[in-house]
């Protein structure tokens, strides 16, 4: 497989921190790349060093094997986190001035189908709802049908339906065979869409692999969710890990069975019980002892 | 490359366009100030002294305070000094009414013509001039300088100020059109995502600058015929030179904007750097007024403002006819301060925040 982008030991440092520390990896071509992270741990600043946005301290970037330089630019589709649109354009407005830019453009009616923007073509870029605006921000990073996309928290902030409408777009272009690196603070997102996902935490990277790859090995138990107050003894007498949440507590179990017996045993009420494989979120909990979610 | 130029000069033009708030405004504000100049300026209403005159009051002839001296008149002097251009004579019927205008400097001198006296507030410079006015009408003296009549075409005031009210609005234009625009796009993050694109620094403000050029010129044309079909105005010069003139003066003052967007990331700044560099450039760059008697470093100072040469240019091609050779110090000068400005503001631009 070709390596489209390659990081090595990259190094980012504000005056009195470090915002990325000594991150290395390669992506394959037409992979999705997740890098999963709670909001401070560099995601967007390791991102922003990779599109030539902000200078790195040390390290280098490669992209086909190359230091980035006008192809890069040519070939690469960015949606930022916070972007405003040019105002008093309208949609289809918008998305011709960004294609023009380009040498290679996208197909305007496949852009507009791929990003569900029909109906909203002739609409005022200030007058379209925040799903819209997501999907017009895409779309933009579409506009010069791109090998390599950027997508720094596409869904944060927007509604359940907006949100899979995005991971519908995004799996569009994975179709396509594009690479695509997309960041998020949602578990769930990260596990849908991403082939290899890379967990960052205080600028570094503590685990990375496919989410599957990395739950098998470090995570592939079962958590034991309880809308209970228990007491401490209690928990400890269970054999395994336990975390308390916001409204009760989470067990994670080395024998389910034996688990259950101790609670009944002590006459705890199981009817809020509910029971589910470990995901990335536990992942992390059990990785950096800290919610994704903070 | 001009393809990119050409896509952003367009989506800029579309922008301004549909602003109607700002374009509305580009357009009417020289109007109003062209029509509320006229008004204030017709040579009927033109006053440069008030004087207050006393009718059927019972008055103190003889009062006087710390600040207001009283004096005596002849008849005749009174009756000559009636007839002095440019006062404008207004009547009271209560003394103590027309003593507090006195006071408070809103007429400059008080007469009550049948005690034959008049009062002056000691504090009132205009006061003073009125005073040598009624004075001089009862001089009866030879002069020896003999008077004679100027000749040649005279500019009213309002055909004096036109230049410079276009000059005015072409600065406010290319200082706010290019340099806060260009800052709310850093601020909102719309340079960032230009940033990212093949589009090149120089390709950006190259289309802002054509951009807000062919903006001027389409503003101050339509201003230009809609003052001149409605005041009379008349250009007495080449109009190439003055398009030659405006492109110059438009392109120095975009290059201001530019240095002051340079950088910055904050709206509320850069209004305020351009509030402090516009303001004081619209009243030392004899837009209104004339600097002749100002302090000479007001004057030299007035000389390094691309406004001062813009609206001087301006008003030798209007309102005298000179032709761009006689306007070379001028154009040599918005030149000169284009290039300096466009190179430190390209220098110095950066598509993020600091």
Redesign the interface.
């Known amino acids: 497989m070709n390596i489209v982008l390659e990081v090595q030991n990259l190094t980012k440092i504000y005056p009195g921190i470090k915002a990325v520390d000594g991150v290395s990896f390669s992506i394959e071509q037409g992979v999705c790349f997740g890098l999963l992270g709670p909001n401070g741990a560099g995601k967007t600043t390791t991102i922003e060093v990779i599109e030539g946005i902000v200078p790195p301290t040390s390290g280098q970037v490669l992209y086909k094997g190359k230091h980035r330089g006008a192809r890069f630019r040519e070939e690469v589709g960015i949606q930022f986190q916070n972007t405003e649109l040019p105002a008093f354009l309208s949609v289809k407005e918008t998305l011709e001035t960004f294609r023009n830019l380009y040498g290679r453009k996208s197909d305007m009616d496949e852009l507009v189908e791929t990003c569900y923007l029909q109906e909203i073509l002739s609409s005022d870029n200030r007058k379209i709802s925040g799903g819209q605006k997501q999907r017009l921000l895409l779309a933009m990073a579409l506009a010069n049908d791109p090998e390599l996309i950027f997508l720094d928290e596409p869904t944060t902030g927007l509604d359940p339906q907006s949100r899979r409408h995005l991971w519908d777009i995004v799996r569009k272009i994975k179709t396509k065979k594009k690479t695509v690196i997309l960041t998020t603070h949602y578990m769930e997102e990260a596990q849908i869409l991403c082939d290899i996902i890379a967990i960052m935490d205080y600028g570094k990277i503590i685990a990375s692999g496919s989410p599957e790859k990395l739950l098998e090995e470090q995570c592939s138990g079962i958590a034991v969710i309880l809308h209970e107050h228990l007491d401490e003894k209690i928990l400890n007498s269970i054999q395994g890990k336990w975390i308390r949440s916001k409204d009760g507590v989470e067990i994670y179990p080395e024998h389910l069975n034996d688990c259950i017996k101790t609670l009944m045993d002590m006459k705890i009420n199981l009817s809020t019980l509910t029971i589910r494989p470990q995901n990335l979120e536990d992942l992390f909990l059990k990785l950096t002892g800290k919610r994704l979610r903070a | 490359m001009i393809?990119?130029i050409w896509?952003?000069f367009?989506?800029r033009n579309?922008?301004f366009f549909?602003?109607r708030a700002a374009y509305g405004w580009n357009l009417l504000f020289p109007f109003m100030i062209i029509i509320g100049f006229s008004v204030m300026f017709n040579e009927e209403q033109q006053t440069m002294f008030k004087v207050g005159v006393l009718i059927e009051s019972n008055t103190n002839s003889t009062y006087a305070s710390e600040n207001v001296s009283v004096s005596g008149i002849e008849d005749n002097q009174y009756r000559s000094f009636r007839k002095t251009k440019y006062i404008d004579f207004i009547e009271f019927t209560v003394f103590n009414h027309a003593m507090d205008k006195l006071k408070h400097h809103r007429i400059d001198l008080l007469i009550d013509p049948r005690s034959k006296r008049y009062w002056l507030s000691q504090t009132s410079p205009k006061g003073y001039v009125v005073e040598r006015l009624l004075k001089a009408t009862a001089e009866t003296r030879k002069t020896f300088y003999k008077q004679k009549k100027i000749s040649g075409r005279e500019i009213p005031y309002s055909e004096w100020l036109f230049p410079g009210i276009l000059g005015m609005n072409i600065m406010f234009s290319a200082l706010y059109g290019v340099g806060y625009t260009v800052v709310r796009y850093r601020e909102?993050?719309?340079l960032?995502?230009?940033?990212?694109?093949?589009?090149k620094p120089y390709e950006f403000l190259a289309a802002q600058i054509i951009s807000r050029i062919y903006l001027l010129f389409i503003t101050t044309l339509i201003v230009f015929l809609g003052c001149t079909l409605i005041f009379g105005f008349k250009c007495h010069g080449s109009y190439l030179s003055l398009l030659a003139l405006f492109f110059l003066g438009g392109f120095s003052m975009i290059s201001v904007g530019l240095v002051v967007a340079a950088r910055s990331s904050s709206e509320e700044f850069a209004n305020g750097i351009l509030n402090l560099i516009s303001w004081p450039m619209m009243f030392l760059s004899e837009v209104w007024f004339s600097l002749e008697g100002a302090k000479p470093w007001v004057k030299t100072f007035s000389e390094f403002l691309p406004l001062t040469h813009l609206v001087t240019g301006a008003r030798k091609i209007m309102n005298d006819g000179a032709t761009l050779f006689e306007i070379k110090y001028q154009l040599l000068m918005l030149t000169g301060m284009s290039l300096l400005f466009f190179i430190t503001g390209s220098i110095f631009f950066k598509w993020?925040r600091n």
């Open positions: 393809r990119r896509t952003l367009k989506a579309m922008e549909r602003d909102n993050g719309v960032k995502r230009f940033s990212v694109t093949p589009l993020n």
